[in-house]
């Protein structure tokens, strides 16, 4: 259904007001332009932690990514970082909306100059779902949110994701990406030097299919390692998600890498 957005949101008043992991978490986000898909809820779900742990969404968007994991670990604190101002402030309405204020915020700010409360080692893992097209690549959607979420800008390319990630997460700390398949390269060897005990696990459209995307996790300071898990198969052969899919995005369960 429609919602109606109050003084403090964007100018825009047009939103679908949205439900996750099978009517746990509801989502406000923008009619028109990039929504969220299944992808923040297998990011979320491939990160654990310990009570009293901090988390780092980058580029939280409108918070489905952190709304999902609040949902799932209660003694977890989240705080993502955002930089367009209209999706801070559905992603503030969506924290009220489900009852995580205290424990989720969603800041304004750059992750090239994040705000000074992001300190150097201060997160004990941080989680991404970075743009996925490199500069060049594809050609930009007319559409401004869809082209700020979808394609990297120039001087902001997957190794400066890479590096804030690491930046912000402490040493022995995790970090975690959800990310093309096609680019597994890339991302690994971004996160190569300065993590390790890397997993990749991949996404399969289905049993026996190319997998579209990949999580990849690794650990700040850990000696250098990759293993290759046999990942998740999304879909039966009728086109149904398979129970393991439906458990994570239906029940909000964690998914072991």
């Not at 989502?27 to 923040?40: N, V």
């Not at 969404?57 to 799932?72: I, S, T, W, Y």
């Amino acid at each position: 259904m429609n919602a109606n957005i109050d003084a403090g949101a964007p100018d825009q008043t047009d939103f679908t007001e949205d439900h996750m992991l099978g009517g746990q978490i509801t989502l406000c986000q923008p009619k028109e332009g990039y929504r969220a898909a299944i992808d923040p809820v297998f990011l979320a779900a491939a990160v654990s932690g310990a009570p009293g742990d901090h988390v780092l969404d980058a580029g939280a968007g409108v918070g489905a990514a952190a709304l999902c994991l609040a949902n799932r670990l209660k003694k977890v604190r989240v705080t993502g970082i955002e930089i367009n101002p209209e999706s801070v402030a559905l992603a503030q309405r969506n924290i009220q909306l489900n009852g995580f204020v205290g424990r989720l915020d969603i800041i304004e700010g750059d992750i090239l100059s994040p705000p000074t409360s992001f300190s150097p080692g201060s997160f004990d893992q941080v989680m991404a779902n970075p743009p996925y097209h490199a500069v060049g690549r594809t050609d930009p959607s007319p559409d401004a949110g869809k082209a700020m979420a979808h394609a990297e800008k120039p001087g902001v390319d997957l190794n400066v994701w890479v590096s804030f990630a690491l930046d912000m997460v402490r040493t022995q700390g995790v970090v975690t990406f959800i990310y093309p398949a096609d680019r597994e390269s890339e991302l690994i060897d971004a996160l190569v030097g300065q993590s390790g005990n890397l997993v990749v696990f991949p996404l399969l459209p289905k049993v026996g299919a190319r997998p579209k995307r990949i999580i990849v996790q690794a650990t700040k300071g850990a000696p250098v390692s990759t293993r290759h898990a046999g990942g998740l198969a999304l879909h039966d052969e009728n086109g149904a998600f398979t129970p393991e899919a439906e458990a994570i995005l239906r029940q909000g369960k964690g998914l072991e890498l």
